[in-house]
C-alpha cells in the first residue's frame, strides 16, 4: 500500500518571504499522480497543484512550484511571495494510475501541515 | 455545475442515535468516495463507490459504519448507533474514471461537521 508522509506538522512564513512544504510518499509504482491540496479554516478542500509521475518538468502553478524528484519518491512545495491568503493546512496526496491496482483511484493523504503567514 | 453537494452542514446528536450523511457528486462522475477527516488520524478514505458499486470498503472503522449509493446522483453515508469517537468532518468527493480529468483531482464536498455528544 502506499504511503504519504508529511514530516512538518507546522511552519510558518513572513509575507512575501518563500516557504516550502515537504512531502514523501511510497510507492512500488511507477505510473502515478501527485497533488497538493489547500485546506484553509473554511474547510473547503482546494487543489493547489498535481504533477505526473511520468514528467520531468516540475509543476508550477503562478506562485506555487513543486520540487518533484521520483527517484527520492519526495514532492516538495515551494510556495513564493507568500500571501496572508495562504495561511492554510497544505495536503500532500497520492494517487495511483494502475488499473490493476486495489488502490486504483483513491486519493491517500499525508498527516498535513499546517503554515502560517506572518504580516 | 453545483460542484458536489453534502448535507447536513453541521450535524450535532447524542450517542446511540442514528446519523445519515447524504452526497450528491457531479453529474458525470463516477467515482464517489467517503473521507474522514479528524485531528488524531488526518483524512481517512472510509469507501469509495464506481459506477454505484462499492470498490473498496477496508476503511469503514466499524459494522456501525454503512454506506450506500442507490444511484448516480446520491449516496449516504450511516452511523448507527453514534458515537462520541465519531465525531469529525466527513467528507464526499467524486472524480471521473476520464484520466485526462484526473490532473483535476478531485471534487470535494464542503464537508459535514458531526459532533456526537
Known amino acids: 500500500a502506499q504511503t504519504v508522509t508529511q514530516s512538518q506538522p507546522e511552519m510558518s512564513v513572513q509575507e512575501a518571504e518563500t516557504v516550502t512544504l515537504s512531502c514523501t510518499y511510497d510507492t512500488s509504482e511507477s505510473d502515478y499522480y501527485l497533488f497538493w491540496y489547500k485546506q484553509p479554516p473554511s474547510r473547503q478542500m482546494i487543489l493547489v497543484i498535481r504533477q505526473e509521475a511520468y514528467k520531468q518538468q516540475n509543476a508550477t502553478e503562478n506562485r506555487f512550484s513543486v520540487n518533484f524528484q521520483k527517484a527520492a519518491k519526495s514532492f516538495s512545495l515551494k510556495i513564493s511571495d507568500s500571501q496572508l491568503g495562504d495561511a492554510a493546512m497544505y495536503f500532500c496526496?497520492?494517487?495511483?494510475?494502475?488499473?490493476?491496482?486495489?488502490?486504483?483511484?483513491?486519493?491517500?493523504f499525508g498527516q498535513g501541515t499546517i503554515l502560517t503567514v506572518h504580516p | 455545475d453545483a460542484g458536489v453537494i453534502q448535507s447536513p452542514r453541521h450535524e450535532v446528536t447524542e450517542m446511540g442515535q442514528e446519523v445519515t450523511l447524504r452526497c450528491k457528486p457531479i453529474?458525470?462522475?463516477?467515482?464517489l468516495f467517503w473521507y474522514r477527516q479528524t485531528m488524531m488520524r488526518g483524512l481517512e478514505l472510509l469507501i469509495y463507490?464506481?459506477?454505484?458499486?462499492?470498490?473498496?470498503d477496508s476503511g469503514m472503522p466499524e459494522d456501525r459504519f454503512s454506506a450506500k449509493m442507490p444511484n448516480a446522483s446520491f449516496s449516504t453515508l450511516k452511523i448507527q448507533p453514534s458515537e462520541p469517537r465519531d465525531s469529525a468532518v466527513y467528507f464526499c468527493?467524486?472524480?471521473?474514471?476520464?484520466?485526462?480529468?484526473?490532473?483535476?483531482?478531485?471534487?470535494f464536498g464542503s464537508g459535514t461537521r458531526l459532533t456526537v455528544v
Open positions: 468527493a467524486s472524480n471521473t474514471r476520464d484520466r485526462a480529468n484526473w490532473l483535476y483531482g478531485y471534487t
Open positions: 453529474s458525470g462522475h463516477d467515482y
Open positions: 496526496a497520492y494517487r495511483s494510475a494502475n488499473a490493476g491496482g486495489t488502490s486504483y483511484g483513491k486519493l491517500t
Open positions: 463507490f464506481n459506477n454505484n458499486v462499492p470498490i473498496d
